[in-house]
């Protein structure tokens, strides 16, 4: 730790870090701060200079702050950072993150690797209305793998919208409307998954609708209700799934 003309600037290094199912090696985070302004680095390495495997490094600088009610809030800007994982390489970006008084913004947030990416932008509030958007275009499902105990064999290239729908308590939920190709699970074969759900605001429901197609075949068809006041599902709840087997 060093404090020279009223700066702080520290770093803590770990040979390992684990998390199960992530371990991180040579891992180090760098603190600054001046002032009301901070910059926060972290990196690791568990490629031990060999060119495959899992690296990383994210820079924010960020900057403290009250806000017009007097609430301490906090902004950052994640600075071009990247993760390789599983031999990928991701980028990851944002332009403004804003939290404070019991909600957040994000603008321009997105994590992006070759084809595929995911884009975040918009707020999340605990006591009034807000929307937060994502967007996915051809997110490739086979991450998930590596973040469970073993294989579960799930693939599939998911594109399309979701909005997380802030409280006013009784219509928090999630718009989705994605469509996800090749999709497989437990190495079985699911075709085209279609999965959308649509707020209904005179009964103060979500409609819960989720298709497959396999060579034009449908051997999964759910529909239900969600209702966010009471958090139950009702109403008329339907599956038909044949044709699929599961080891």
């Avoid at 404090?3 to 600054?32: D, H, Q, T, W, Y």
């Avoid at 991450?143 to 399309?160: C, E, F, H, P, R």
């Avoid at 060579?215 to 699929?244: F, H, V, W």
Wanted: with cysteine; proline share 2%; charged share 25%.
């Amino acid at each position: 730790v060093r404090n020279p003309e009223k700066v702080f600037a520290a770093a803590l290094k770990a040979g390992e870090i684990s998390a199960r199912p992530i371990m991180m090696k040579a891992a180090c985070l760098g603190v600054e701060a001046c002032d009301d302004s901070l910059l926060l680095s972290y990196y690791y390495d568990n490629t031990q200079g060999k060119q495959e495997g899992n690296r990383g490094s994210l820079s924010m600088d960020g900057r403290l702050f009250r806000n017009e009610a007097g609430k301490l809030s906090a902004s950052a800007v994640i600075l071009p950072s990247s993760i390789m994982f599983n031999s990928t390489q991701w980028a990851i970006k944002s332009r403004e993150l804003i939290y404070g008084d019991a909600s957040a913004s994000i603008d321009g947030f997105s994590i992006s690797s070759h084809n595929q990416s995911i884009k975040v932008d918009g707020g999340w509030a605990k006591e009034k209305s807000d929307t937060l958007g994502i967007a996915l275009d051809r997110f490739g499902l086979e991450l998930l793998n590596s973040l469970t105990s073993k294989d579960m064999g799930i693939a599939g290239k998911v594109t399309g919208k979701a909005m997380i729908i802030s409280p006013t308590m009784e219509s928090a939920g999630i718009l989705l409307n994605l469509l996800c190709d090749s999709t497989a699970f437990a190495g079985r074969n699911m075709g085209t998954l279609r999965l959308a759900s649509v707020w209904e605001e005179e009964a103060r429901k979500f409609n819960i609708v989720c298709r497959n197609l396999i060579e034009g075949r449908q051997t999964i068809n759910l529909m239900g209700d969600y209702y966010p006041s009471s958090k139950e599902i009702a109403g008329n709840i339907y599956a038909r799934i044949k044709d699929i087997s599961y080891r």
